[in-house]
């Protein structure tokens, strides 16, 4: 009877011991997945859904920046007093969405680092947004390893299935890029896109491409901020935002 049941108690230690390895390992292994669904391991894995989904979100976000954040700096000032809006408040205000949940510290850190590096030169011959859109456009280059030209223009049936971030990419610059023509005509009211409307389009999917490395949230944040500084830059005799320049602390 004795031996029986040390026996017994041998088994339910020997049981422990084995679960205890099994959930170590178990632990370990849903550290590795949570790392991989990140960068571009994540863009490689993204649903035709989470695609079209940033291309919807990004213009609520941006229209919520104009009707509870600016509109209201504006509200406070005359109409001939200019505006400076410091961009990391604007990712701040961003960041403070509902959807945002779920976005890393060390992520907002990247991305308001991403901005703060960016610095206008005043003796350029291009114009604040042009040298704005070759920023965010030289970054994504230097993000994914190739040509900008390139990830707007594949297609899936040219790439065929070997290549899927470039296709994925692709996909999201189209998603944001259409999103963002339909917002940004309906916002001038205007149906012709002028050329300072395609700077505007051009620095929104750059800058989603940019911060899709950090999820489709840091794609929102990232091509929504970018956007409303290339128009209010573009129309800074109509909405004077950033004094009609694009502003970083570096500017200030």
Known sequence: MLYSKRKSIYLSLILMFICGIFMSCEKKETTVKETEVTGI?????????????????????VQRAYDKYISVIKSNLSKSDPITIDILDLIDFMVKQPESKGIKKSEIKAI?????????NKSSKASNV???????????????GMPYERITRVSAEKEGS?????????AVAFSVGSNSE???RAFHNDNSLRKEGSGTIAADTAGALWGLFFGGVGSIIVGGVASIVAN????????????????????I
């Open 130 to 144: 042009d040298q704005w859109v070759n920023y965010l456009k030289k970054n994504v280059e230097i993000k994914y």
């Open 162 to 170: 070997n290549d899927i971030l470039a296709i994925n990419l692709s």
């Open 232 to 251: 209010e830059s573009n129309n800074g005799g109509k909405t004077v935002v950033f004094d009609g320049k694009i502003h970083t602390p570096k500017d």
């Open 112 to 120: 308001k680092e991403f901005f703060y590096n960016f610095k206008t």
């Open 182 to 184: 339909e917002y940004w």
């Open 41 to 61: 391991a994540a863009i490689k894995n993204m649903s035709h859904k989470d695609i079209t989904k940033i291309g919807k979100l990004h213009n609520e976000f």
